[in-house]
């Protein structure tokens, strides 16, 4: 992910709509701030906004907002024109609650069942018919393995619980093949030095 971009909001009419992921407590400068943060709902890029900690108090109770409450909303932070030009008002507003995206349920990730292979795909491939191999084709090997070797029970359960959530979660979704593809490629590739 690296390094969020830390935005200034120097001048009046500065503005940007903040998916909130964090709001903490920074007193590591020389005032203290709170610093909200999340993705820029323009831009989608992880970004930091550091607004003094009085000021962000302060407009936060004006809108009946808690620290803890803010992940997961979209604030809006805005600076707006004062008497000294040089010292804009912050402005803190709750734009709504951020939205997570649906998930479409076709792409929902296979159970895992230790010792038995992922639900959705038989490991022998179909016998050959005389469309995909004919006569003279030499007949591909069935597939064969332990599948209750602790080894390939601990890849599968990786690229289950640890792959294929990451892939769903950019709304990838492997196919129950492609998993099994992981699974069997990883399982050869570590068998090579058994």
């Known amino acids: 992910m690296g390094t969020p971009n830390y935005v200034k909001l120097k001048n009046a009419g500065d503005a940007i709509v903040l998916h909130c992921e964090s709001a903490k407590v920074n007193t590591s400068g020389k005032w203290p701030t709170i610093d909200f943060m999340g993705k820029d709902a323009k831009t989608h890029q992880q970004v930091v906004v550091a607004v003094p900690q009085k000021s962000a108090?302060?407009?936060?109770?004006?809108?009946?907002?808690?620290?803890?409450?803010?992940?997961?909303?979209?604030?809006?932070?805005?600076?707006?024109?004062?008497?000294?030009?040089?010292?804009?008002?912050?402005?803190?507003?709750?734009?709504?609650?951020?939205?997570?995206?649906?998930?479409?349920?076709?792409r929902t990730m296979p159970e895992f069942i230790p010792g038995h292979p992922v639900q959705g795909f038989t490991p022998e491939p179909p016998p050959p018919d005389d469309a995909d191999a004919p006569m003279d084709a030499a007949v591909p090997k069935p597939i064969t393995g332990d599948f209750t070797d602790p080894l390939y029970l601990a890849i599968t359960r990786f690229v289950l619980e640890d792959v294929a959530p990451m892939y769903a979660s950019f709304d990838i979704g492997p196919t129950p093949e492609a998993i099994a593809s992981m699974v069997a490629t990883c399982y050869i590739n570590a068998n090579r030095g058994r």
């Open 57 to 106: 108090e302060r407009q936060m109770e004006r809108i009946g907002l808690d620290l803890a409450e803010c992940p997961g909303m979209a604030i809006g932070i805005s600076r707006a024109a004062s008497d000294n030009p040089e010292k804009p008002y912050w402005n803190l507003a709750v734009v709504g609650e951020v939205e997570t995206p649906k998930r479409d349920p076709s």
